[in-house]
């Protein structure tokens, strides 16, 4: 059966719409094909010629049918023939997000790798993500209006060729901020923007590791970190974390070979805690005796809710071995895809050649915007008032793991940052809960991931950053249920 | 000396003026300096007082004195003591370009390495930069329409976490474009968003890369494109290119050991040439016969001249060995920074590995821009309009080297992209020149520097887009002089 001109009355299409053309093609279809209007095998115009009839380009047609096959809905290739999917994929309850990732809702199961799904690509709504700043809290009608000065190109010569480094005005906002706020001991010259941490620490392994040599990673740990270090072919050695921080011993036990140390001093990943002093010192003898560095990762410290704020442990370096390195990812949003490396003076060439090599300079645009929010003053107010909306998350989070999930969560506890521990126990397996939780679009983090071998304790790692305090209590109360029930 | 608020006068500075702060701030003691209202060993006064006298946040002022230090006007430390420096620089007619890099007015003499300066950092502007488009020319006002069209986030979603491929409707617009106007081959599901070909350069470098592998390039080839390669480690072997293209029979006696084969059919870099047909069959068979992969890259060949355009490399290449590569930097401009890689069914994953390692995933905001600018018909529009225009400037240089240097210059044919190679006679350093242009802000690039080796030829690599007629024929007047007089 091939469906004619005919078809075009299953889809509500309204031009004058808010809704994207792409968007209301996508809905209509899968609409039509979920309530059976369309039927299995039956053969769909082509987008040409639905193009035509709706007397659109091609293009919205082709999104949308490209999302379909991707879902499951549609079947065949674009250009060829497509038709309806024999297997219409299980109704689940999950948005399209067009921006950012796609929905995998074709999938009958979340994939048996779920667990990555976390930290990389997947809906971008969904309870306890981890590193989720509230997106919904973000000033921007601020930003935008930002947004809208540079959207002219006021400046010409900013379209060219720009800096590697990055655009000397935002380098110097940034080194600023770094000074007052962090302790961080720089100048803009020692500033670096890069799109995030994760561009951040693979210039970091481009710069300072050379063959044979190891660079020892805290366990537990980020697990994009080893990403990061291990693309390029870096050996890594993970080295145990207790209460102080990592074990600055069995760093020194290496040798010469350590020649790099990735540390999370303010806020331990995952775990939580910050390097005690006497453990910063000990690091910081050792980078300076062994002539190794130091890539401190202050992914999230901006946002700490109890006693005075903790200052870098590169401001306390007086060797110069420490590289420091934040993202705005936490503190703005991910999609914005700026951070910034600070490198002591000697290393400045190094890491402007790496940072080349990789991806020759920063764009201008958010870079422009960015240097505006900071000069002007927004960036310190919204943080401000971050700060208080995350306390109350954090809060309300501890409390709900109290009142619905005591009995199966434990929660350590948390002076900062954007997500805590919760504790379980040790015979129930944490990916498996992070597999089925997926299914009720909650997204937390295995603290077994974390660990480069057998994990010694089990438990999750839940954001509260993302959700409001009701979307924390809900979803605690289903994780709670969901644990009981794999009892 | 310590000068205090009674050195206000010197700066005229107007709140309420277009020019921004910190360049009336800069502007006013650089003006002061060279003319001596200002003397050397003079101390100025605190950023902070400075601020605090002006009225405005000492953020501007920071920026302009880290200008005038990085320039030479100024030595000592933002925070300690600034004084006017001993040695002011020669007065050269460089602009300062806030944007992107720093012009160097402080160096009396362009760096040694000057050559490098070409593909980098520097001056924005500058006659015969290569593959710089005609920023002028860009269509501002519609982009900047774009941007503002998405600039009060109406997608929240769009602002979390992205899809490491990239943006789902700019990959499907890519994929179209492409489909149509280069004769790849591909669906949106093979497409990956990158900052540019940097970027696509190194992760596929990562992606297809082994310990013990090497890497052929053409020879003479792209210099930064070697860069990208070798960050990593990767072996890189050059292979000569001779009329025809790359020297197929030469990759093949390497064996098993040649994994890869970057390669610039269309548009040879920096001779200009395209690969004959033949020459393209040997290098698909190569790669079939080989199980190697061939990268294609497509950086300029959408301004082809004459004849009718070129299909691609990819879309020959019945078993799926090519991986092709291309860039919105000279379509549109550099700094907007997207480029895009299109890859093989079977090697998509792998891919989007490497690419999540590098930088998890593409910024949103530019994507969502370029999405709608080739959606509604911008792009195209724009291609054709540059197109006419390049032509034109590409026939005001060849005619006026043919009029005021044909006795030192000899000019290949062009038949397509941004730039020509002009031969110098065998015993001029065509380094030297580079060096010496330089001065007169001209910026071609030396042949030699495309070799890897000792160059069997001399000549420079002028690029026409970013100049307009007049610039171009004045420029070649003086490159003309310049090397008459090193004779």
């Not at 879902?71 to 921006?99: K, N, Q």
């Not at 995998?104 to 809906?123: K, Y």
């Not at 000033?139 to 060729?161: E, I, K, N, T």
Request: negative net charge; aromatic residues 8%; proline residues 6%.
């Amino acid at each position: 059966v091939t469906l004619s001109a005919g078809l075009i009355p299953f889809i509500p299409f309204d031009r004058a719409a808010d809704v994207p053309y792409y968007q209301q093609i996508y809905e209509g279809f899968r609409s039509a094909i979920v309530s059976q209007r369309l039927r299995p095998r039956e053969r769909l115009p082509s987008t040409r010629a639905l193009a035509r009839d709706l007397e659109i380009s091609r293009l919205p047609v082709l999104v949308a049918f490209e999302q379909l096959m991707h879902e499951g809905y549609l079947v065949g290739r674009v250009g060829s023939g497509t038709y309806v999917s024999d297997h219409i994929p299980e109704e689940i309850a999950l948005p399209v997000s067009w921006g950012g990732s796609v929905a995998r809702a074709s999938e009958p199961e979340p994939p048996s790798a779920a667990d990555t799904v976390n930290l990389g690509v997947g809906p971008a709504r969904g309870v306890f993500r981890i590193g989720m700043p509230a997106l919904d809290r973000f000033p921007y009608q601020v930003f935008g209006r930002l947004v809208r000065r540079h959207a002219d190109a006021s400046c010409v010569d900013c379209l060219g060729l720009g800096d590697p480094a990055g655009y000397l005005p935002l380098r110097v906002a940034v080194a600023e901020y770094l000074r007052t706020a962090r302790a961080v001991e720089c100048d803009a010259s020692q500033v670096l923007i890069v799109s995030g941490s994760q561009m951040a620490l693979h210039v970091a392994a481009l710069a300072l590791t050379e063959p044979g040599c190891t660079v020892c990673m805290e366990d537990p740990g980020y697990p994009l970190a080893r990403a990061a270090l291990t693309a390029i072919g870096a050996g890594v050695t993970p080295i145990n974390v207790d209460a102080d921080g990592i074990d600055v011993s069995a760093i020194a036990e290496l040798g010469a070979r350590a020649k790099v140390a990735v540390v999370t001093p303010s806020h331990q990943f995952p775990l939580g805690m910050s390097m005690s002093a006497s453990r910063r010192r000990d690091l910081l003898d050792w980078a300076a005796s062994n002539q190794s560095w130091i890539l401190e990762d202050d992914y999230d410290s901006e946002f700490r809710y109890s006693s005075r704020p903790l200052a870098s442990l590169q401001g306390m370096d007086a060797a110069r071995r420490v590289i420091y390195m934040g993202t705005f990812s936490k503190v703005l949003f991910p999609a914005l895809r700026l951070g910034y490396i600070v490198v002591p003076h000697a290393l400045v060439q190094r890491f402007v050649n790496a940072r080349e090599a990789v991806d020759l300079f920063p764009p201008i645009l958010n870079q422009l915007v960015v240097t505006d929010f900071l000069q002007e003053g927004h960036f310190a107010r919204h943080l401000r008032r971050m700060k208080t909306l995350y306390r109350a998350r954090r809060d309300a989070l501890v409390d709900a793991v109290q009142v619905f999930a005591g009995d199966v969560l434990t929660v350590a506890s948390v002076e900062a940052g954007l997500q805590l521990v919760a504790y379980l126990a040790d015979d129930v397996d944490d990916r498996e809960v992070v597999r089925l939780a997926a299914r009720h679009q909650l997204m937390p983090l295995s603290l077994s991931r974390c660990y480069a071998g057998e994990a010694p304790h089990r438990g999750l790692l839940l954001g509260f950053g993302g959700s409001d305090e009701a979307a924390l209590a809900a979803g605690v109360r289903e994780l709670g249920d969901l644990i009981r029930s794999m009892q």
